[in-house]
């Protein structure tokens, strides 16, 4: 049984927040027993230890198809059974190689071949738009490879045979967008014949 929590997110990447989720702020006028020392909102990054964190779930994740908070796994997934489950997307777009069905409520959009076959699991959780290349670089290293998809520095690093983890970052914020879990393999099988 397949599925992802609600992630609440925006999946169409095209109004970035800066700001962080409302219960990632801190506001000392909030809470009577605050003081000068008081915590400063997160509205640059997140703290070190939650974003290594944050980036060694994703990463684990990943090896295994997935994002976080969602069970279904690019390479193994298909898209009848999302769809019987979650019922019809918000939106299917055409890209390049595939369909992508976007689940604005969830946060979640996937990439899958005329087969069926899920072969991109996208993540627009809040919690990603907090991360930092500088962050991505200090829990996971040097990218494998950096591209550029119009306004997006896309960074991709390959976390086993099949799967690829990648990070779109868009110049104009500095901060991830969403993140990708790609089965190259998948994306070429368009079922030929």
Request: hydrophobic letters at 30%; one cysteine or more; glycine letters at 10%.
């Amino acid at each position: 049984m397949g599925g992802c929590a609600n992630n609440n997110g925006s999946s169409n990447g095209s109004n970035v927040s800066e700001s962080p989720p409302a219960s990632a702020t801190v506001s000392p006028g909030n809470n009577p027993s605050s003081d000068a020392t008081a915590t400063p909102p997160a509205q640059e990054t997140s703290k070190p230890d939650e974003s290594k964190a944050l980036l060694e779930t994703i990463e684990a994740a990943a090896k295994e198809g997935k994002v976080p908070g969602c069970n279904y796994a690019a390479h193994i997934a298909l898209y009848d059974d999302i769809e019987k489950e979650w019922g019809k997307a918000d939106k299917n777009d055409t890209a390049g190689k595939g369909i992508y069905a976007v689940y604005e409520n969830k946060g979640i959009t996937f990439g899958y071949n005329k087969g069926m076959l899920v072969f991109d699991v996208r993540s627009y959780a809040p919690e990603l738009k907090l991360l930092t290349l500088k962050q991505i670089e200090g829990a996971l290293g040097q990218a494998d490879e950096k591209t550029t998809s119009g306004d997006d520095q896309i960074y991709t690093y390959n976390v086993n045979k099949q799967y690829q983890l990648k990070f779109a970052i868009p110049e104009s914020t500095g901060k991830v967008d969403h993140i990708s879990v790609y089965s190259p393999e998948d994306a070429k099988n368009l079922m030929a014949g």
